[in-house]
């Protein structure tokens, strides 16, 4: 039996590592040819000091203090030449994954299906060569065929199955929106790179509040995939923003998950003047279900960059500060991550 270690490194780039019984992240890492800082591998010098928030590790009592502290155990900290871990991990390494003799992981896929499910959302299922471990809430790079560019998609399935699936916007005259849509067949082979990125389900300890604007929903699909099979028992709740008709996407999806988390709530919110719909108007102007209990709370968010932006604002302007904070701001050809945890 092994463990499933995955090695977060401060570029965005994630790879998994297996580590044996009673083997320490530094060993399995070096095994599996990934060299993470180290100088001594004694517990004396600190330099293979990353953090764990997530799994369950010894770390023993063979090293020093100055290598080490009380509080920074406390804070999650770890040495990965003295962490044993007794499950599965997610350790983030202050490097960049250069540094460490390793990068992105290319693979392959066949393409299995495109639907355009509205005029501004594309469904991409592809069938990979190989299963494929990421954290839900992670993304990859997909090479868009005949050309050497790349563009960042959320995934949107579970994590570990060859069967992978994204949500993308459909982009008039964008690169990858033309190709899906005009040229796209199934068979096609794709060059998918990753995963990456910092945006991640972490273990729900507390209410959790979802804020989702267009496409951004792909990521939260993946998170409520997850935690529909290893259950919760905290509440969580969706806020699904778009600007149009047209855009609101997946709600079947989420209403299917509301009949199977216990917890789980959603609701959709509309901007365009014209709508419908029968809640207008911002997810910001949509928080009276948001289960803000004062800052006992975590908060993802996922949305293009002026959504970020106003629900950032919005929290600042409340006086509110969630227990943690997790963002990721995309734009059509860009997908650029920043989190913020309290």
């Known amino acids: 039996m092994s463990y499933n270690i995955a090695l977060n490194f401060e570029d965005g780039v994630t790879r998994f590592i297996n580590c044996n019984p009673g083997e320490t992240v530094l060993d399995a890492a070096y095994r599996n040819q990934i060299k993470l800082p180290m100088d001594c591998s004694d517990g004396v010098c600190g330099t293979c000091k990353g953090s764990c928030r997530q799994g369950s590790f010894d770390l023993g009592d063979d090293y020093?203090?100055?290598a080490l502290t009380e509080e920074e155990v406390a804070e999650g900290k770890v040495l990965t030449c003295?962490?044993?871990p007794s499950g599965?991990?997610?350790?983030e390494i202050p490097a960049p994954s250069t540094l460490c003799k390793t990068g992105q992981v290319e693979f392959g896929g066949t393409l299995a299906e495109v639907n355009l499910i509205s005029p501004t959302a594309i469904e991409l299922k592809v069938n990979a060569?190989?299963?494929?471990p990421f954290l839900p809430g992670q993304y990859v790079n997909i090479r868009v065929p005949g050309s050497e560019e790349s563009r960042a998609y959320s995934f949107s399935s579970c994590p570990g199955s060859r069967e992978l699936s994204f949500l993308i916007r459909n982009v008039p005259g964008g690169l990858m929106s033309s190709w899906l849509v005009g040229q796209a067949r199934a068979g096609d082979r794709l060059s998918l790179t990753g995963p990456m990125g910092v945006f991640y389900l972490r273990p729900v300890a507390r209410p959790v509040l979802m804020l989702a604007g267009g496409t951004g929903l792909a990521p939260f699909l993946a998170m409520l995939e997850e935690l529909k099979v290893k259950g919760c028992d905290q509440p969580v709740?969706?806020?699904?923003g778009v600007t149009n008709d047209d855009d609101l996407v997946g709600v079947e999806a989420l209403e299917r998950f509301a009949a199977e988390i216990g917890n789980f709530s959603f609701k959709t919110v509309v901007a365009g003047a014209d709508s419908a719909h029968p809640r207008k108007g911002y997810v910001t102007n949509h928080m009276e279900d948001?289960?803000?209990?004062?800052?006992?709370?975590?908060?993802y968010l996922c949305g293009p960059p002026p959504m970020v932006d106003a629900v950032l604002g919005y929290f600042r302007g409340q006086g509110i500060q969630p227990a943690s904070f997790h963002y990721e701001?995309?734009?059509?050809?860009v997908t650029a991550v920043a989190e913020q945890v309290a």
């Open 329 to 333: 701001k995309f734009s059509p050809s």
């Open 290 to 299: 948001a289960p803000l209990r004062h800052g006992e709370v975590d908060v």
């Open 237 to 240: 709740h969706l806020i699904y």
């Open 82 to 84: 003295q962490m044993v």
């Open 88 to 91: 599965d991990c997610v350790v």
């Open 129 to 132: 060569d190989q299963d494929i």
């Open 64 to 66: 020093l203090d100055e």
